[in-house]
């Protein structure tokens, strides 16, 4: 959903049965799409006009969409057009930045000191951007990726330095060293009714309602029910003990 591609989040989530889980999409499915679409021909008026009225403290991505659009009317050589759409930039970037534009109205088309804005990267940049706020949902698997980048040098220093102990410094689930990251994430989980962290074989489970407790937790729930339908702790859902799924962390 992240990067802009809702259809094949609907396929996991018919085939994992996560039902529920796009409601919220659903309900504007044919209205994004046409923004997506509208993108991606690298036409970003419905974009900003969906942000405008949807999102309109996303200030820095209705700048960077109108900035797009312009440049992209230059190369085209709709300058009238391209003038009349840069009224929006106004309040929405730096000084500087909106002069910037401006004076690409009186540049060629083919200026290569805006070929870092409007390159094929950029633009796919700006989709996944466009699509945490559509979709309201922001990929965390960058940041992982990044943490894993950053702890590469440090681990083989280690490695180098700590030859002799290396099956016993890498033997564990969790890196030897402090890796500095901006935003931390849990990695481990703790349920909320027996008090116990959740391992391997006491695994984190997701009721149908989303609420999460550990597999012991689930089994005791189930055990105790007198009906085929177990009563979540926190809410008045009830669900089977089969609609249950495991969570990996």
Known sequence: MSTGHPEIAE???????????????????DTVGKVIESFRQHNTIPAINYIELNAPQEKRL???????QVLELIKQGKKLEALTLSRKLSGLGSDGEVAQIMGALFTKADDTRFNEISSPLAWQQLESRLSEVIFKCKSILPQILETGCQAVPALLNLRSVMAPRQDQIFSSDELPIEIPIEKRYHSTFTCPILRVQTTERNPPYRLRCGHVISKDALEKLASNSRHSLLKCPYCPDESSKDQALRVFL
């Open 11 to 29: 396929t996991y989530v018919q085939e994992c049965n996560l039902h529920g889980r796009l409601d919220e999409y659903t309900a504007i499915k």
């Open 62 to 68: 209705i700048f960077d969409l109108v900035r797009h």
